[in-house]
């Protein structure tokens, strides 16, 4: 939905509830765009964020015995103290 920057300002708030709705709301000045209205993505509690990262860990396949994972992959670059050899 395309608005004027002159009509927006009397129908604010009737804005804010479309776009909170889901719906898009473009500001316009002089015909042109200038500002978009959208909802913001609620954030993600900690225990959702927990879950999610489980959920792609677990689409990972899993390593063959004999095989290092990604953070040990390197470690034979560096020596016991962790500087490079």
Do not use: C, N, W
Not at 27 to 49: C, D, H, M, W
């Amino acid at each position: 939905m395309k608005v004027p920057v002159s009509e927006a300002k009397a129908s604010l708030t009737e804005l804010l509830h479309r776009a909170e709705a889901g719906e898009e709301i473009i500001l316009t000045r002089r015909g042109r765009s200038v500002v978009r209205i959208v909802p913001i993505e609620p954030e993600l509690t900690y225990e959702q964020r927990r879950v999610l990262i489980e959920k792609v860990r677990s689409m990972a396949p899993p390593l063959a015995p004999d095989e290092l994972p990604a953070e040990r992959s390197q470690d034979f670059l560096y020596g016991d103290d962790g500087l490079p050899e």
